[in-house]
C-alpha cells in the first residue's frame, strides 16, 4: 500500500479551474486501478492533497436543494460570486478567499476502505489544528463538519465537509473558515441547515487575522499523524 501523500499547493485559483483539476486526478487514480484488476497487476495509486482558495463562489452537491440559495444569479455577479451544481455529498456551502480549503484525492485502499472514517479523520484533522488556537471545536450529531458550542443556541460551523468517491478514491473534501468574509454566508442557507451560524478563526480569535501557511502547515501535520501517510519525496 502507497501511503505517501504528494501535496500540491495552487494558492488562490478559479474554482472550475480546480475541480477540472480535481476531476482529472481522480480519473487517473480510478483508470490506473481498473487497469491493475484487468491485468492482475499493481502499480500504486498515487495520493494527493491540494490546498487552495477559490474567488467567491457557490456550489451545490447532488442531493442540495437550490432554495438554499438565497439571491439571485443578478445579485450574485453584483458581488462577483459564480455558482455551480457538483458532483459531490451535502448541500450548499460558500468558498472565497481567507478561506483554506482541503482536496484530499487518495485511494482509500491505501489506508482503510470506511468512508465514514475517511470522514471522521478529517473532522478531526480540523479539530486537532483548531486546539492548537486555543479554539474548542467538535462534531455535531448528524451534521457532517467541524462546529462550536454544539448543543447550544450559540451553535455555529467554522469547517464544511462534502466529498465524493468511487472505486474508494476520493475528491472534494473540506473549507475552514479562516480570515473569511462570513457576509457572503447571508446569501445562503449555509449546508442547508436553518438557524445555525457560521464563523471563522478570525472571529473567534478577537478578530486577530491568522497566518493562512501557518493554518496550512498544522492541518497536514494532523493529517499526517492521523491517516498514517508521509510526504512523497
Not at 19 to 31: C, R, S
Not at 69 to 81: D, G, I, M, P
Not at 124 to 140: C, F
Request: net charge neutral; hydrophobic share 40%; aromatic share 10%.
Amino acid at each position: 500500500m502507497n501511503k505517501q501523500l504528494i501535496i500540491k499547493d495552487l494558492g488562490l485559483k478559479d474554482y472550475k479551474e480546480t475541480w477540472d483539476y480535481q476531476e482529472d486526478l481522480f480519473a487517473k487514480t480510478v483508470a490506473l486501478k481498473v487497469q491493475n484488476k484487468k491485468q492482475a497487476t499493481y502499480l500504486p495509486t498515487p495520493n494527493h492533497f491540494l490546498f487552495v482558495e477559490h474567488h467567491h463562489v457557490f456550489t451545490l452537491g447532488k442531493s442540495g436543494n437550490l432554495d438554499h440559495l438565497l439571491v439571485s444569479e443578478a445579485v450574485l455577479r453584483e458581488k462577483e460570486a459564480s455558482f455551480y451544481k457538483i458532483n459531490r455529498g451535502g448541500d450548499i456551502t460558500y468558498h472565497g478567499p481567507g478561506q483554506i480549503v482541503g482536496y484530499p484525492i487518495l485511494d482509500l485502499e491505501n489506508f482503510f476502505t470506511d468512508i465514514h472514517k475517511y470522514l471522521r479523520l478529517l473532522e478531526e484533522t480540523v479539530i486537532l489544528t483548531l486546539a492548537e488556537y486555543g479554539i474548542t471545536a467538535t462534531r455535531s450529531p448528524g451534521e457532517t463538519g467541524v462546529w462550536l458550542d454544539v448543543g447550544t443556541p450559540f451553535a455555529r460551523k467554522i469547517c464544511a465537509m462534502g466529498v465524493r468517491a468511487s472505486r474508494w478514491v476520493t475528491m472534494h473534501g473540506f473549507a475552514l473558515n479562516v480570515n473569511t468574509d462570513l457576509g457572503y454566508f447571508d446569501l445562503m442557507i449555509p449546508c442547508g441547515i436553518k438557524g445555525k451560524a457560521v464563523t471563522s478563526m478570525t472571529a473567534e480569535l478577537n478578530g486577530v487575522p491568522q497566518d493562512m501557511a501557518a493554518v496550512k502547515t498544522r492541518l497536514l501535520k494532523h493529517f499526517l499523524a492521523l491517516f498514517e501517510a508521509e510526504l512523497k519525496a
